[in-house]
């Protein structure tokens, strides 16, 4: 069983920055590709961005490209989001992630571990 802790959400307004952390238990962290995933109050969980398990290669949603960064430490074993230029409909529950395939980019069904999310409220 793996455990994911997320921590860094918070309260900013439109335009500012946040960065949040995802906390991995085990040696094996490497072993998984690693994502984020957001769910706004009665929306559906949407998938925000994935990075794979040497670091490399990346994978984002079209609605926070270029705002924002996935990148993880494996020595660490934290993956982060580094969310630039905020804007008040990126607020949501945002939770991290584990699986074994970068598809769970578009298929959040093969996510083998979830986290239980940090909340980002974007005000205007």
């Known amino acids: 069983q793996v455990q994911l802790v997320e921590s860094g959400g918070g309260l900013v307004q439109a335009g500012g920055s946040l960065r949040l952390s995802c906390a991995t238990s085990g040696r094996i962290f490497s072993s998984y590709v690693m994502g984020w995933f957001r769910q706004a109050p009665g929306k559906e969980r949407e998938f925000v961005a994935a990075?794979?398990?040497?670091?490399?290669?990346?994978y984002y949603a079209d609605f926070v490209k270029g705002r924002f960064t996935i990148s993880r430490d494996n020595a660490k074993n934290t993956v982060y989001l580094q969310m630039d230029s905020l804007k008040p409909e990126d607020t949501a529950v945002y939770s991290c992630?584990?699986?074994?395939?970068?598809?769970?980019?578009?298929?959040?069904?093969?996510?083998?571990?979830w986290g239980q999310g940090t909340q980002v409220t974007v005000s205007s």
């Open positions: 992630a584990a699986g074994l395939s970068i598809s769970l980019a578009d298929r959040p069904d093969l996510v083998r571990f």
């Open positions: 990075v794979s398990r040497g670091g490399s290669t990346t």
